[in-house]
């Protein structure tokens, strides 16, 4: 099963905590001081929020797959019909260990396709190069995991 994923920026996350256990009726599933994760059942959706950047905006956009062979098959599929990719296997970032690319939408829509291997108590730690690049690549500078 996919799950969509909306990453959100917010200017002070105890406010947006708040009125998002108030909008959706639920306790996030993650909390920390810079990053809060809302794990919607129905419809599924993954709604993070995010410290940083212009407030009231749209971070990025994704879908969870089910595992990393679901991203490993949409990856190959993404690179063979020609839209460039930034891939972060084994990558952390939001306080979790995922598989996962970006790509853009004709837009510049950043999109993050990924798989979740398990929590962390860390936001992030620095990737290693990109196995390839893309303007998503461009927007996120080096140890950074979402774009801002």
């Not at 296997?89 to 690319?101: I, Q, R, S, V, W």
């Not at 950043?110 to 108590?121: I, P, R, V």
């Not at 990737?127 to 303007?135: C, F, L, Q, V």
Request: proline share 6%.
């Amino acid at each position: 099963m996919k799950t969509f994923h909306v990453s959100l920026t917010v200017g002070d996350l105890d406010r947006a905590v708040e009125r998002y256990r108030a909008i959706l009726g639920i306790e996030p599933a993650k909390l920390y001081p810079d990053f809060a994760k809302f794990e919607i059942a129905d419809p599924p959706v993954v709604l993070s929020l995010n410290i940083g950047g212009r407030p009231g905006a749209l971070n990025h956009l994704g879908i969870r797959h089910e595992d990393s062979e679901h991203v490993d098959a949409h990856l190959e599929r993404t690179k063979a019909a020609g839209v460039a990719v930034k891939e972060q296997m084994g990558t952390t970032c939001c306080y979790a260990k995922a598989d996962k690319f970006w790509v853009d939408d004709a837009d510049g829509v950043a999109w993050e396709m990924y798989s979740l291997l398990g929590d962390t108590e860390v936001h992030t730690l620095p990737d290693k190069e990109p196995a390839a690049t893309s303007a998503a690549a461009e927007v996120m500078p080096k140890g950074q995991c979402c774009p801002s």
